[in-house]
């Protein structure tokens, strides 16, 4: 099975996607269904991570950082960030993890823009 999803992964009405701010256009990806635990998955576990990182990267930039601050942040050049972002790239498990303790770390302290 084969489906269009934004490549934040979520559902319109469902909180920010990278769609709602301009960033990567639809993707496709194949979904796996498994009849015995009624369980929907993605069949490539890459695909996760890419879209699991670039929603992060899209929230942080809805909370005002730039492309540069994030990857000063992580360590990152900012070329990978925009590769991500746009849902080109998939991120190494080290850069997926300090994507996410720089998230959680920032979610706390950075006011949600307008």
């Known amino acids: 099975m084969v489906a269009r999803l934004p490549p934040s992964g979520r559902q319109a009405g469902m909180g920010p996607s990278l769609r709602s701010i301009g960033r990567a256009p639809l993707q496709e990806v194949e979904l796996r269904y498994d009849p015995d635990t009624h369980v929907l998955s993605l069949a490539d576990p890459r695909e996760l991570r890419k879209t699991e990182a670039a929603f992060m990267i899209a929230g942080l930039r ?44 920032s979610m706390k302290h950075l006011p949600r823009s307008e």
């Open 62 to 105: 809805g909370r005002g950082l730039t492309q540069q601050a994030i990857a000063d942040a992580v360590g990152a050049h900012k070329s990978m960030i925009s590769r991500i972002a746009r849902g080109e790239a998939a991120p190494s498990d080290e850069l997926l993890g300090k994507l996410k303790e720089f998230r959680e770390t």
